[in-house]
């Protein structure tokens, strides 16, 4: 059994990560051989942030995802007993510079992953359990309409419809400015999200 997921990771995740998706698919196609190698190790990614306790330490989330991708295309390489030489090459298109985040950052990312599933909380039950299992267990659309026995093009709405509810409740509710603040929507503790 997966021990469950540490909330202020999710929300850090989906606020800092999710954002960089489409470069880390563009820079791995490069180095992979094929579409579905590209899903694999992307999922890969996710599921080795998510389970981490804390990312407190990451100040560039970019380049923290883009070196999670490098390390674990390498730890392939060091399992395959026949590896790429050209895939080995370009491992360097992964690079990018991490300086390592503060214990500021850390603590309001915490806060904010906090304040973020308060919000997920609060969605339908359906698009609830989508939104869980793909963004939170870091399933695939397909495995995620496999479990709930829905298709995947409801997946899909389920998933647009959720970011959009979660989008709106951001806007109606705002983010509290303070560590006492309450959202009122979700009775979380909100912070205001800052530039750091």
Not at 169 to 180: E, F, I, L, P, T
């Amino acid at each position: 059994m997966i021990a469950p997921l540490d909330p202020a990771v999710v929300a850090w995740v989906s606020a800092h990560v999710i954002p960089y998706e489409a470069e880390l698919r563009t820079r791995l196609r490069r180095l992979c051989g094929s579409e579905a190698e590209v899903d694999d190790l992307v999922q890969d990614v996710y599921f080795r942030i998510l389970k981490m306790e804390s990312v407190q330490h990451v100040l560039e989330p970019k380049a923290f995802l883009m070196q999670v991708a490098k390390n674990i295309l390498v730890d392939r390489f060091r399992r395959e007993a026949i590896v790429r030489i050209d895939a080995v090459a370009s491992l360097e298109e992964l690079d990018v510079a991490d300086p390592g985040p503060s214990p500021e950052r850390v603590a309001l990312a915490r806060a904010e992953l906090k304040w973020v599933l308060g919000l997920v909380a609060n969605l339908p039950d359906r698009c609830r359990h989508v939104f869980s299992a793909r963004k939170i267990d870091g399933l695939s659309q397909q495995e995620t309409a496999h479990s709930l026995n829905i298709s995947e093009n409801v997946v899909e709405k389920e998933m647009m419809r959720g970011l959009k509810l979660v989008a709106d409740m951001v806007a109606r509710v705002g983010v509290d400015s303070g560590a006492g603040g309450q959202c009122a929507a979700t009775g979380q503790r909100g912070f205001r999200k800052r530039n750091v």
